[in-house]
């Protein structure tokens, strides 16, 4: 009897924290309940105002995070911000604690009649599909969700990660001494990583045709691909060990663990280089090697559509946005210029399409 | 009885040739590959032991607990808290050496929390371990916060002359402390099992806890004191993971290698160095799966199809491995007899 009550209670005590856990940023209460009180912006037009015509009201739903997380969610809170500064709108921002909140909390903003909702996150795609078939005359902006069918009133925020990967092959390309190059991958079940790993090498091989590039996929599936820091690490320091001198870490915390492996052997001269944004800013650990980062402009993107949307001439399906190279910071003066000017030169190349990344998705 | 048979030492003349001819077969192949490209092979073979030094960590853990007749299916849990708590040590006083001795502590503390529930509560073996993963999962998540880091993680540290041989020195003697000792340990828990009283006790307990009682063992507090062993040695792996081998913390991080661990402990029937030939072999298929992937461009043409495999394909190999290993030649693995069973005096 005594047995089996505290087996019982056992199992019902972890049950309940397991609930409470989960995939959220810790310290947060675990609410289902979006929180509604999220700062108004201080604008001279009030929110109440968002159904007139004149007055531009543009919303955020963050995907599960918080709005600060140095990723995706505030780089694109940045470009409405800018849209508040510069075109005088009124902004304002969900963050999502659940995935089972992504259409009400989209919702919160169709009902206050808001002219232009961004998205973040490709997990979000179908709750804004949903709500643009339901709310015609509002502008959606996805970021990261590809349209495999175009929607009026939708844009599609995507990145050409081929070309930042480019431009990141041929920045390790002139930096390694020993010829040999790496890179540390997530899982190519994601379109996305394929193209920064091809651009990445089409681009070392763009400025020393003979450079050998060692590169790995993590072999698990969507649920640890992105998660495996020390799957990362060990990838780096194989890879460091058989004379790879600059690695490129694109996947998630899988790649800041292949980061944080080459920092420790940053005396040996190795290099790192980060993805999606500046990773300077995200894992400082990886400051004893990081060069740089294959970045997604994410900010001026959301500002450009957002701007569009105002002008009258929103663009439907994808919308591309600018991808580049994060500030070399410390670094900069250990890059030579004339490398510079070829990164400047290639990036003018891949811009006005007389380089081609070679990368067929 | 079969009890004479595993309590016996195990001597130099039962050594399983076939062990022998595979390893052997495998050191002519490492003398090849090396003789063909040096760097790559050193590479290879030391990922292979930095693969496997939180799988043998974990292995040792699951033997402690399992020799004494306690089933530990709770490693993956106790190595998740340890490298949790470790690294949150790391960032609040900033000293790996503290941070190390914490992860031991909290891994003991697990541990001891392991034989509460299936000693002094009597909860079924596997549920406790069970409950102690899900804990740890649930724990860990909700108390993680995104942004916090840390001054380092432990680096290598080179042996003077050992370190210079060629092959071995890089390998074995060229290594961080947790690596270090997790090679010692497993010297230390092989004599500590099978050269030692208090090994011999606890393998009695673990085969026949009435016998071992009639002879004045007080059972069930050898049983806690090897739980508990067990618990610090999930922990070292634990902390190896944070403080070590990756220097920052992720959900679920440990990713499944507490239960890889708990298969390694099978495929070596319970002994340490069955244990380590066993998560070297894991660590090796990796470190290998990896190297196919290096080498995609530079294959021989007959050869090309490998490089064109999925990752995910190749990724199968340290399973498919341990399987073909563990039904080929390591044949029926029998536990400790009194495991799962909760002793009371009649």
């Known amino acids: ?361 | 009885m079969q009890i004479t048979d595993t309590l016996a030492r195990p001597s130099v003349a039962r050594l399983p040739w076939v062990t022998i001819g595979v390893w052997g077969g495998l050191a002519i192949l490492v003398l090849v590959a090396y003789a063909r490209a040096p760097q790559a092979t050193t590479a290879v073979l030391t990922s292979t032991i930095r693969q496997s030094t939180p799988i043998i960590l974990g292995a040792l853990a699951g033997i402690m607990c399992e020799r004494s007749g306690v089933i530990n299916i709770g490693i993956e849990g106790m190595m998740l808290i340890a490298a949790f708590l470790g690294f949150m040590f790391n960032v609040w006083t900033g000293d790996l050496l503290l941070a190390t001795m914490g992860a031991l502590l909290v891994g003991a503390a697990v541990g001891a929390f392991h034989a509460l529930m299936s000693i002094t509560l009597k909860v079924d073996q596997i549920i406790a371990g069970t409950v102690i993963n899900i804990l740890a999962v649930g724990l860990t998540g909700y108390f993680y916060q995104q942004g916090l880091t840390t001054r380092g993680k432990l680096t290598p540290v080179s042996i003077p002359v050992l370190a210079d041989i060629p092959i071995i020195g890089p390998v074995f003697f060229s290594n961080p402390p947790i690596t270090y000792a997790s090679l010692v340990l497993i010297v230390v828990i092989h004599v500590l099992l099978f050269r030692t009283v208090w090994g011999l006790r606890t393998r009695a307990v673990g085969e026949h806890p009435a016998a071992a009682d009639t002879v004045g063992i007080a059972v069930n507090r050898v049983r806690y004191i090897n739980v508990i062993i067990g618990g610090m040695l999930a922990g070292l792996a634990g902390g190896f993971l944070t403080l070590e081998s990756v220097g920052s913390f992720e959900r679920n991080m440990t990713n499944g290698r507490g239960f890889v661990s708990l298969a390694v402990m099978i495929f070596g029937k319970w002994t340490p160095f069955g244990a380590w030939g066993g998560s070297l072999l894991f660590g090796f298929a990796n470190a290998l799966q990896s190297q196919i992937q290096f080498l995609k461009n530079q294959l021989p043409p007959w050869l090309a199809w490998i490089g064109d495999l999925p990752p995910q394909f190749i990724g199968m190999l340290p399973y498919v491995l341990t399987i073909a290993v563990l039904a080929g030649f390591v044949g029926r693995a029998r536990p400790p007899a009194a495991i799962g069973k909760v002793y009371e005096k009649e």
């Open chain 1, 1 to 361: 009897m005594k047995r089996s009550v505290s087996l019982i209670i056992l199992l019902l005590v972890s049950a309940l924290i397991a609930a409470c856990g989960g995939p959220q940023a810790g310290g947060v209460t675990p609410t289902a309940a979006p929180p509604t009180g999220a700062t108004p912006a201080p604008a001279k037009p009030t929110e109440a105002d968002c159904p007139k015509p004149e007055v531009l009201c543009v919303g955020l739903v963050t995907d599960v995070g918080e709005i600060d997380d140095k990723s995706f969610n505030q780089s694109a809170w940045e470009g409405v911000k800018r849209a508040e500064a510069e075109l005088g709108a009124i902004v304002n921002y969900v963050e999502t604690k659940d995935a089972k909140d992504y259409d009400a909390n989209i919702a919160l903003f169709t009902e206050k009649g808001y002219d232009v909702i961004v998205t973040v996150g490709f997990a979000l795609g179908e709750a804004t599909a949903k709500a643009a078939a339901e709310n015609p005359n509002v502008k959606f902006i996805g970021v990261d969700q590809f349209q495999a069918t175009t929607i009026p009133n939708v844009a599609g925020l995507i990145f050409a990660e081929d070309k930042a990967g480019f431009l990141a092959g041929v920045l390790a390309a002139g930096m390694s001494k020993s010829n040999k190059i790496a890179a540390v991958l997530g899982t190519n079940l994601v379109p996305p990583v394929v193209a920064f790993k091809e651009g990445y090498e089409n681009g070392a091989k763009y400025l020393k045709p003979d450079i050998q590039v060692i590169a790995t996929y993590h072999p698990g599936g969507l649920d640890t691909a992105f998660t495996d820091p020390k799957w990362g690490a060990d990838q780096a320091k194989l890879a460091i060990d058989q004379g790879a001198d600059v690695i490129f870490g694109a996947g998630g915390k899988t790649g800041n663990g292949a980061l944080i492996e080459t920092a420790a052997n940053a005396d040996k001269g190795v290099y790192c280089i980060g993805v999606d944004t500046d990773q300077w800013e995200t894992v400082p650990e990886a400051r004893p090697c990081l060069i740089s980062s294959a970045m997604k402009l994410i900010t001026p993107g959301v500002f450009d559509l957002i701007k569009k949307a105002q002008e009258g001439n929103f663009p439907s399906g994808n919308y591309v946005g600018e991808v580049g190279l994060a500030p070399f910071h410390d670094f900069d003066a250990k890059i030579p210029a004339e490398l510079k000017a070829k990164i400047a030169e290639v990036d003018k190349g891949l811009r006005d399409g007389t380089i081609s990344t070679g990368y067929k998705p």
